[in-house]
Antibody
Framework: QVQLQESGPGLVKPSETLSLTCAVAAYSISSGNYWGWIRQSPGRGLEWIGSIYHTGTADYNASLKSRVTISLDMSKNQFSLKLTSVTAADTAVYYC?????????????WGQGALVIVSS | DTQMTQSASSLSASVGDRVTITCQASHDIDKYLSWYQQKPGKAPKLLIYDASNLETGVPSRFSGSGSGTDFTFTISSLQPEDIATYYCQQYDNLPLTFGGGTKVEIK
């Protein structure tokens, strides 16, 4: 059973960088899937942030592209999210998830979610 | 961006009822739509992909239909464990976008 687990600070100060990691178990991230980040907040609902392929090719939501970087760590079988210059509007539950062999697929495995609060 | 609209933000039904949820896309998305179930405090769970295909292990009382801009998700006989919020998501084009959700409650 594929398992994903988010980790990272639950509290980030405004203007700083939000960093989260998603550890994947029981499946190699080099197997040919896209791996993505989605966030959920009461105000914005579910919002796709971006996804990365095992080759390192990434696609981002244009609304966040200037602030987002998603990267892979094959040696640890995990991938990461960095979101710079955060504001209170970035407060949300952040999920990592697996897509299919293209970014244009559904998301079949999700992590449990990590609540990140942006506050001083 | 393709906007996904779920017209009902909530609905109430009795156990055993047939429940239908609709989702409308702002552009033609062919069949490229998934449905998810989300229970409180949990991640969304994929139920349906390509508009009508049931994900492995999902009960057959769940089904989906539609193509183009109009889609329907149906629970043929509502069970107590189906209490959740249901979301549609399009993957015809980027960015991937989700509907606002429909919360299903027991009457």
């Amino acid at each position: 059973q594929v398992q994903l687990q988010e980790s990272g600070p639950g509290l980030v100060k405004p203007s700083e960088t939000l960093s989260l990691t998603c550890a994947v178990a029981a499946y190699s991230i080099s197997s040919g899937n896209y791996w993505g980040w989605i966030r959920q907040s009461p105000g914005r609902g579910l919002e796709w942030i971006g996804s990365i392929y095992h080759t390192g090719t990434a696609d981002y939501n244009a609304s966040l592209k200037s602030r987002v970087t998603i990267s892979l760590d094959m040696s640890k079988n995990q991938f990461s999210l960095k979101l710079t210059s955060v504001t209170a509007a970035d407060t949300a539950v952040y999920y990592c998830a697996r897509s299919g062999p293209t970014v244009l697929t559904g998301l079949d495995y999700w992590g449990q979610g990590a609540l990140v609060i942006v506050s001083s | 961006d393709t906007q996904m609209t779920q017209s009902a933000s909530s609905l109430s039904a009795s156990v055993g009822d047939r429940v239908t949820i609709t989702c409308q896309a702002s552009h033609d998305i062919d069949k490229y739509l998934s449905w998810y179930q989300q229970k409180p405090g949990k991640a969304p769970k994929l139920l349906i992909y390509d508009a009508s295909n049931l994900e492995t292990g999902v009960p057959s009382r769940f089904s989906g239909s539609g193509s183009g801009t109009d889609f329907t998700f149906t629970i043929s006989s509502l069970q107590p464990e189906d209490i959740a919020t249901y979301y549609c998501q399009q993957y015809d084009n980027l960015p991937l976008t989700f509907g606002g959700g429909t919360k299903v409650e027991i009457k």
